[in-house]
């Protein structure tokens, strides 16, 4: 039995504020337990969700220094579907509202956090083989291992992995501070491991140190060697070379299945997607004041509004769009407010066409991807992405543009051999967006029977955890060879 431990900053179902702690959450699950033992260690926030629920043991408490600085962690576990995950408990680190915060504020709460999984395995008396981190808020825990616990006895041929699920954030803060908050020793600022431009940077330090390094889908990872893509970094993942890799998430199938789902309208499956879609797309015009019109193509979109996912495509060409076709669009998102008023905008000039919900609702959602025809994700920049995945699985065909995990797992539709999975452009261009939006409609209102075939297709994919879970069991292998 070999025994890994993931290092992350959430994970479903304690605390959750994106896609990382829903491959926290799941990831560990798939691995066949006779092999391999995951565990999961994360901090025990104040606002961590439901806690009362579970049974929380308590296993020690230590002193954790960092620096000149000492703080309490008590050390909790539960099990979960037969997974433990560790808690670590600090009322002066985590007690906020939120786990994340300022930056000058969070580059000291995860030092604290990273330095605390060392030593939280020394109460635990835990070895474990491998430490597989995830993102900069746990991007100390290689280094540390490489430098303070690395003639400590317990961590003794202790492998490290570090994943990236979004480059963008990589814990920057002004050096000198860094150097005082991490208490690393001065001869890894000399060497400028964790230096970039300038400034303190953790995951820098992560990449450089932890054994393998991946992110979270092939194209990305090739995307982030280059200078467009690298966030400053590329020449660092150049240089891991076949140390560097890319493993695309999976999809909890069981969570996001449109014949078991309750929070639809009408439960269906790939013999009976027709009727049940259908009657999914009807309700949902209905509840959100669109025309109600079966044969219409119906555009749905559930994302943060955010610049990345590229909302400024679709503001641009969305009255062009509009006025030269009968479809229909409906958005679900909460975030940026100039995105918001954007598309409020767009549902106030075309009632019965355009419908804007700017919040967050699990329930709305569902009821977009199983009613829809089409799902939107023009991204700039996808690590990724979950929700191409979540509406194949629903059969509304994706419309993507060609990054990172969209390109990766949305091949193009070709109408001549019929091969492929959704639409999908190139550039980050307005005009490429409306043409593959007008061909879509062309394959949608002409070429029904390939239509339906696409969402049979689509709807049979397996997107399983399973899948990548077998490819970070090879990664692990490899490790402890
Ligand atoms: P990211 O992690 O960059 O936000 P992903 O596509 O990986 O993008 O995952 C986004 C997830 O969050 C999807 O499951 C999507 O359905 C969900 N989501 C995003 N915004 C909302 C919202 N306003 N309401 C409900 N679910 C949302």
């Not at 993102?135 to 490290?160: C, H, M, R």
């Not at 959602?365 to 979950?386: H, N, T, W």
Request: charged content about 25%; proline content about 3%.
């Amino acid at each position: 039995m070999k025994n890994v431990l993931f290092a992350v900053s959430e994970a479903v179902p304690f605390i959750k504020t994106g896609g990382l702690a829903d491959v926290a959450g799941a990831l560990p699950k798939a691995f066949d337990k006779k092999e391999y033992d995951i565990k999961v260690m994360l901090p025990k926030y104040a606002c961590c969700e439901h806690l009362n629920e579970y049974e929380l043991v308590f296993e020690g408490e230590v002193d954790v220094e960092l620096a000149w600085r000492k703080q309490y962690v008590g050390v909790f576990s539960t099990v979960v579907d037969g997974v433990t995950f560790y808690l670590l408990d600090s009322e002066y680190y985590f007690s906020g509202q939120k786990p994340y915060g300022q930056i000058y504020e969070d580059i000291e709460k995860f030092s604290f956090y990273s330095k605390a999984v060392f030593e939280a395995c020394k109460i635990l008396n835990y070895h474990p083989d491998i430490i597989h981190c995830h993102d900069w808020q746990a991007a100390l825990v290689p280094v540390y291992l490489k430098t303070l616990y690395k003639d400590d006895p317990l961590f003794a041929g202790t492998k490290s992995i570090f994943t990236i699920h979004n480059l963008l954030f990589q814990g920057r803060w002004i050096i000198d501070e860094v150097k005082d908050k991490t208490g690393l020793p001065e001869s890894v600022f000399a060497n400028g491991d964790l230096e970039c431009y300038g400034e303190g940077n953790l995951l820098k330090g992560a990449v450089l140190y932890a054994d393998k390094v991946t992110t979270v889908s092939q194209v990305y990872a090739d995307e982030m060697k280059t200078p467009e893509g690298g966030e400053g970094l590329d020449n660092i993942f150049r240089f891991k070379g076949d140390n560097f890799t890319g493993i695309v998430n999976g999809l909890d199938t069981d969570e996001f299945d449109p014949s078991k789902d309750k929070m639809i309208f009408k439960n269906y499956d790939v013999k009976t997607f027709k009727t049940g879609k259908r009657e999914n797309k009807l309700k949902l015009q209905k509840m959100l004041g669109l025309n109600e019109d079966k044969d219409v193509m119906l555009i749905g979109m559930v994302s943060r509004l955010s610049v990345q996912k590229g909302f400024d495509l679709i503001t641009y060409m969305a009255e062009e769009f509009l006025t030269t076709s009968h479809s229909q669009l409906v958005f679900l998102g909460s975030g940026e407010d100039n995105i918001a008023d954007k598309l409020c905008y767009l549902s106030n000039k075309y009632p019965g066409r355009v419908s804007t919900n700017v919040c967050y609702s699990e329930d709305l959602s569902r009821k977009i991807y199983a009613g829809c025809d089409v799902f939107l994700m023009p991204s700039q920049f996808e690590p990724c992405g979950l929700s191409q995945l979540i509406s194949m699985r629903y059969g509304t065909i994706p419309l993507v543009r060609e990054t990172g995990g969209l390109k990766e797992t949305v091949e193009p539709y070709n109408e001549y051999d019929k091969t492929g999975r959704g639409f999908s452009f190139a550039n980050y261009n307005a005009h490429e967006l409306l043409e593959t939006l007008r061909y879509a409609q062309k394959i949608f209102y002409d070429q029904k029977k390939d239509w339906d075939a696409l969402v049979r297709k689509d709807m049979k994919l397996d997107f399983s955890w399973e899948v990548s879970a077998e490819k970070y069991k090879e990664l692990y292998d490899g490790l402890l060879e």
